[in-house]
């Protein structure tokens, strides 16, 4: 098993207003259809040498089962090869006292992916790498607002 940082979620109340705010100061954040415009922006690709996104909490409750009084709040995804990857790596954090949020799932962007509220708290995503024939649509915005 070989874990390596991934990503960063950034939960926020209004995502919106942040997504205007990080542009406003020059910050590129990739277009978005207009129903996930409050739920979910992209950070463009040369913004950092990792993924972050900016997530409503509905949307974080959705797909990670991240408690409302967590958000907002951060996710720190570590990134591993392969689904037997996640769902070993998400068995050892529970086993070391992490409490499971969202159980390993296959996830509609083609990787599997599950959410542990982990000590200090720290709220860690175990993520494989995505593989494009695994992919599925996405949900409506309307499933989570």
């Given at each position: 098993?070989?874990?390596?940082?991934?990503?960063?979620?950034?939960?926020?109340?209004?995502?919106g207003?942040?997504?205007?705010?990080?542009?406003?100061?020059?910050?590129?954040?990739?277009?978005?259809?207009?129903?996930?415009?409050?739920?979910?922006?992209?950070f463009?690709?040369?913004?950092?040498?990792?993924?972050?996104?900016?997530?409503?909490?509905?949307?974080?409750?959705?797909w990670?089962?991240?408690?409302?009084?967590?958000?907002?709040?951060?996710?720190?995804?570590?990134?591993?090869?392969?689904?037997?990857?996640?769902?070993?790596?998400?068995?050892?954090?529970?086993?070391?006292?992490?409490?499971?949020?969202?159980?390993?799932?296959?996830?509609?962007?083609?990787?599997?992916?599950?959410?542990?509220l982990?000590?200090?708290?720290?709220?860690?995503?175990?993520?494989?790498?995505?593989?494009?024939?695994?992919?599925?649509?996405?949900p409506?915005?309307?499933?989570?607002?």
């Amino acid at each position: 098993m070989n874990p390596r940082f991934g990503s960063v979620n950034v939960v926020v109340t209004d995502v919106g207003a942040a997504a205007g705010f990080l542009e406003a100061i020059g910050i590129e954040l990739e277009p978005s259809p207009p129903d996930w415009l409050t739920h979910h922006r992209n950070f463009a690709a040369d913004v950092a040498t990792f993924e972050a996104d900016l997530d409503s909490p509905s949307f974080a409750t959705w797909w990670g089962g991240i408690p409302d009084e967590f958000v907002p709040g951060v996710v720190v995804n570590l990134r591993v090869d392969d689904s037997d990857e996640v769902d070993a790596l998400h068995r050892r954090a529970i086993d070391l006292g992490a409490t499971e949020l969202k159980a390993p799932w296959d996830a509609f962007w083609g990787s599997r992916y599950s959410v542990v509220l982990a000590p200090g708290p720290l709220c860690l995503g175990f993520m494989s790498e995505p593989d494009a024939t695994r992919r599925t649509d996405p949900p409506a915005a309307g499933d989570f607002a």
